[in-house]
């Protein structure tokens, strides 16, 4: 046990940092407010930039314009964009869970094709999932793909799609044969969402903003050659890109949780709580106390799956506990947040009382979706008991 | 960075809880909650011969010299075998007094001995006033003699000698001196066993200044908050056991998820209780400018989840988990002690809030 940077830790950290004070954009501040329909083609141009630098996908593999970061780089990578407060990637499914499950399953055709245009923006991946009578049983979904000649004709709905709106492409999973047990006859196609046939409409969440898509497919003709992996192993494939979702991503938390209990608790020295300064209240000393303490020991516990990672090779079940943690602790922040603040926390942004322009009031309402995205606590709470405790399957 | 176990760490934890398991099953640890003092002469001197009475301490007083983390590893297995008797007192607390506090002649009297497992001792810290904060110690010393009374002293009965913290000082009193007078406090926990001690003119040698404390007091904190981690994972042990092989309704309960997210939750809280002690450790050794949020971070959640995992485990046992029969209630017991020693979670964030509220966030080592 030595959480100390290693020597090539280190020299990635510092080569990073020069990278980034050279290149950071300064005026993300301007940008970071406006709706993202207006700020995306800024976005993209971001990721066009790190990309020249070769830090869009550090994780990815050398030869596919990575660096083949270790999980520890890839933690210091999103603690030095956070530390310099950079805008977020425009392409962040394609870079952190499509691209990785292309070079995991695709053909060399396949890697060729997309992957470089992955990582310049070019091409913004969605990935078609969820559908409205498949959520946490993502394997009972029922969009079919039907084989005709040398091309799949595709039919069904999805929903909760991030970036549909302005995806490119999409890593769609689809039931290709419904005469064996629902996991076995499952197919990932890669669908171009210029194809006739393809209808995204917007999903408005409880936030008011439409983060999610609706999408439609309606006779959609794929070439096999767009399937990814093997034809009705489709699950793997689809898991294989899950695990991703809930391996390193706390790693990306980490650096926000720590901005926001920083940013809480200079604000709560000035607000009012039972008569004194909020810092100075005993209850809400308490409360923050137990937040800054929690947000610690999610990192700490992301370091240590780190190492179980490096060990065994994959991201495991374990990740769960990850997913759990940050999701749950997010939703106290909040809470926190809104005690300390009192009636000014409900103020939404554009009024001239609201605190930071509305991101708390913003932030209570959003966290709710956390503990539901990418598994709700519940299934990740069985995976939990039945893949790492060995207790019968529950469901 | 690596947050693994070395092999050396992992070995010695695999051979401490082999160990604990040959010399310490549960029966012998029910024997031992059995007598007055829950010290074995035969399983004291078993302990010597691992090296653990020296574990942390330099090898010129016969010491191991291992660092924290390698403390943390051994205490979470002692407390997951709820090992009874004066280890905590005698090793991880008035040894690490000692170290921090006295010379290099005081250690050669008092540390020395501790390590090559010829004494037991403890320390006397806590009034009437219930404050595990040295500053609101109101014993003092004059001339030599100390007068006054500390309570919840873990194993003076057995100790050989106790280490006072007075208000002017660290001193030393020895087992037989005069006018010292020791009476059981029955507390909730078996193995661990509580005195009042009475000073009347008690004669005592000043070791160190109290200022010197705090170091110690953060290896002792941090060692109990490893004891509980311990506890937790023999809880989650046993009643995933239980929740597999009872059947209700024709099912093991543990297809239930009433009880499996019970079960999941008692892992998580135990992983991130491990985690935390771990990261204690580690900020400890390397001294580490956090050492003292990481201190009381993993004393703040350990004390809280060593008490819901308690909960949970005993009611997923249901009327089983209630019986005396039963080691859960045992556990539970210790993890209520050990919750209130060296400050329970409440103080712990009080100290956490002290430390990033009031003078700036110390944030923790990054990347």
Redesign the interface.
């Known amino acids: 046990m030595d959480l100390n940077l290693s020597p090539d830790e280190l020299q990635f950290r510092d080569e990073l940092r020069a990278w980034l004070k050279a290149n950071v954009p300064r005026d993300w501040s301007e940008w970071r407010e406006k709706p993202i329909e207006e700020s995306f083609p800024y976005l993209r141009a971001w990721q066009r930039k790190l990309h020249e630098g070769r830090w869009a996908a550090v994780s990815w593999p050398k030869e596919y314009g990575g660096r083949s970061a270790s999980l520890t780089q890839q933690a210091i990578f999103w603690e030095e964009m956070a530390r310099v407060e950079a805008p977020p990637m425009a392409n962040a499914l394609g870079l952190g869970l499509i691209g990785p499950t292309i070079i995991a399953y695709g053909t060399e055709a396949q890697r060729s094709r997309f992957i470089p245009k992955i990582l310049s923006a070019e091409e913004i991946w969605c990935q078609g999932f969820s559908e409205p009578n498949a959520g946490s049983d993502l394997a009972s979904l029922q969009t079919e793909a039907r084989l005709d000649g040398r091309q799949y004709v595709v039919n069904g709905q999805k929903v909760w799609t991030s970036y549909g709106w302005v995806g490119n492409w999409c890593e769609l999973v689809v039931r290709t044969d419904s005469n064996v047990p629902k996991h076995k006859g499952l197919t990932v196609l890669l669908i171009d969402m210029k194809s006739p046939g393809v209808e995204v409409r917007p999903l408005r969440q409880m936030t008011g903003e439409s983060e999610f898509n609706e999408m439609f497919f309606r006779d959609v003709r794929v070439p096999v050659e767009n399937v990814l992996g093997k034809v009705n192993d489709g699950w793997n494939v689809a898991v294989s890109t899950l695990m991703h979702e809930r391996g390193a991503y706390g790693a990306r938390l980490h650096p926000l949780f720590k901005r926001n209990i920083n940013r809480l608790i200079e604000l709560s020295r000035k607000f009012q709580k039972n008569g004194q300064v909020a810092a100075e209240d005993p209850l809400t000393r308490q409360k923050l106390a137990q937040c800054y303490a929690e947000i610690e020991i999610m990192r700490m516990n992301q370091l240590r799956a780190f190492s179980r990672i490096s060990a065994t090779g994959a991201p495991g079940p374990e990740g769960s506990i990850q997913k759990i943690f940050w999701s749950e602790l997010n939703q106290r922040l909040q809470q926190i947040a809104q005690e300390i603040f009192g009636p000014y926390g409900q103020l939404l942004g554009g009024d001239s009382h609201a605190i930071d322009n509305g991101i708390w009031s913003y932030g209570y309402l959003r966290t709710r979706g956390n503990t539901i995205e990418a598994g709700t606590s519940e299934v990740q709470r069985s995976i939990i008991g039945h893949f790492v405790l060995g207790l019968p399957k529950s469901y | ?6 092999e050396s ?1 992992q070995f010695l934890k695999d051979s401490a809880r082999k160990f604990f398991a040959g010399e310490c099953p549960s029966a012998e640890m029910r024997r031992l909650m059995e007598t007055d003092t829950g010290y074995d002469a035969g399983l004291w001197l078993k302990l010597a011969e691992q090296g653990y009475t020296g574990i942390i301490f330099p090898e010129e007083y016969g010491g191991v010299g291992l660092g924290k ?1 390698e403390l943390m590893l051994l205490m979470e297995e002692a407390g997951r075998a709820l090992l009874p008797g004066p280890f905590f007192s005698t090793v991880v607390l008035a040894g690490s007094v000692v170290e921090a506090a006295g010379n290099h002649a005081h250690k050669e009297k008092y540390l020395a001995p501790i390590c090559r497992g010829e004494v037991r001792a403890t320390v006397a810290l806590v009034e009437g006033g219930a404050s595990w904060n040295p500053r609101d110690v109101q014993l003092s010393a004059t001339n030599g003699k100390v007068n006054g009374e500390k309570l919840f002293v873990t194993d003076a009965d057995v100790a050989d000698f106790m280490v006072v913290v007075a208000r002017n000082g660290v001193f030393v009193v020895d087992s037989k001196a005069h006018g010292l007078k020791i009476s059981s406090m029955s507390g909730m926990d078996l193995t661990r066993k509580l005195y009042r001690v009475e000073f009347n003119s008690t004669p005592a040698e000043e070791i160190g200044d109290t200022a010197e404390l705090s170091s110690a007091f953060d290896i002792a904190t941090a060692a109990l908050a490893a004891e509980l981690v311990g506890g937790m994972q023999r809880i989650l042990d046993i009643t ?1 056991e239980y ?2 092989t009872r059947k209700q309704f024709g ?2 309960i ?4 009433a009880v ?2 019970q ?3 008692m ?2 809280e135990t ?2 209780a ?3 002690v ?2 204690a450790g ?1 900020a400890l050794e ?1 001294k580490s400018p956090d050492a003292a ?2 201190v ?2 993993a004393k ?2 350990a004390s809280d989840a060593a008490r819901t995992v308690g909960n949970r485990g005993i009611q997923i046992h249901g009327g089983m988990g209630f019986t005396w029969e039963n080691d859960l209630h045992l556990y539970y017991r210790r993890a209520k002690a050990s919750e209130t020693a060296f400050g329970d979670a ?1 103080f ?3 100290r ?2 002290r430390m ?3 003078e700036g ?1 110390v ?5």
Do not use: N
Request: aromatic content about 12%; some cysteine; glycine content about 4%.
């Open positions: 960075m690596e947050f693994g176990l070395s760490q983390v995933v929740a597999k099912k093991p543990g297809m239930f998820q499996q997210h079960c999941a939750d892992y998580l992983e991130s491990r985690s935390a771990y990261y580690w390397e949020i990481a009381s971070i703040m959640y409440t712990h964030r009080e956490i809030a990033v509220i009031d966030a944030s923790a080592k990054h990347a």
